[in-house]
């Protein structure tokens, strides 16, 4: 591979194989030359000092990968302590330091806030194990982003890009809580659904379902409008108003408009 930017990458070795070598590999096609231990230390060279002397302070980008088990490694900490005290012999701005840290969820992002509170003041990128495309352009375009800053000396500049990442994380992070709502409310829906049809199914609703022309419009009605019916109280369809009447609930009204919809429409 031709010369371009040194990314070095800080992971647990526990990570490597599942997660961050899908990475390297996708990185290195997007012509990124990454230096990653496995690959760049030769038999008989000493670790720590081609780590610390040859990887993090030659490299131009640093990627930290945070998971459960890099928080859990005194090695990536020492990485970090070690960068982190480089580049602030170099700047005083932690706005201009080379780290590019990024998270596999949410859980791990509120763990380096607390641990590490000055990497989150600097890029953050979500990175899950089944990341998407849109996901790795994000990160290879932050890397030249912060590389082209840094040799540009742009303080001002540098500012601008790190508030527009920051800005589109926060969006992202926005995203994501919005799309985990809709697979709860998916996930209950379908749950609903399926009871809904187990009920139908077993006969039980039919009292219910023949009136459900005279139910759904009424606020109230008499009890004798089921007579016979012994089982839409128990089901939660219907309750007792507390003046000798019935109203149908939430849960009954939302039974007999699926009815309509899917078996009777």
């Keep these: 591979m031709d010369k371009s930017i040194l990314v070095f990458v800080s992971h647990s070795s526990g990570d490597k194989f599942e997660y961050i070598e ?6 290195e096609s997007a012509y990124i030359n990454v230096w990653i231990d496995k690959k760049k230390i030769a038999p008989g060279e000493n670790l720590r000092s081609s780590i610390l002397n040859d990887g993090l302070d030659k490299a131009d980008i640093v990627l930290i990968f945070f998971t459960k088990q890099s928080l859990e490694s005194s090695w990536v900490d020492k990485e970090i302590k070690h960068v982190l005290r480089e580049e602030g012999k170099k700047r005083s701005n932690f706005n201009l330091n080379k780290i590019i840290s990024i ?7 509120e763990s380096i806030s607390e641990r590490y509170p000055e990497l989150t003041d600097d890029l953050m990128h979500l990175m899950p194990n089944n990341y998407t495309a849109i996901q790795l352009a ?21 500012k601008i890009i790190l508030d527009k990442d920051r800005e589109l994380f926060e969006k992202d992070k926005n995203i994501q809580g919005l799309n985990e709502q809709v697979k709860f409310l998916q996930s209950n829906q379908s749950k609903q659904e399926i009871d809904f049809e187990r009920i139908y199914q077993s006969g039980k609703a039919d009292v219910l379902i023949k009136q459900r022309n005279s139910i759904l419009p009424a606020t109230f009605f008499k009890k004798d409008l089921l007579a016979g019916d012994t089982s839409s109280i128990a089901f939660g369809f219907v309750e007792n108003d507390g003046a000798g009447d019935l109203r149908a609930t939430e849960l009954g009204r939302g039974f007999l408009k699926w009815v309509i919809l899917n078996k009777e429409g």
């Design 103 to 109: 998270f596999d969820s949410q859980e791990v992002y």
């Design 138 to 158: 994000q990160l290879v375009s932050a890397i030249w982003s912060k590389y082209l800053s840094l040799q540009s000396g742009d303080l001002e500049a540098q």
């Design 22 to 27: 899908p990475i390297v590999a996708d990185l």
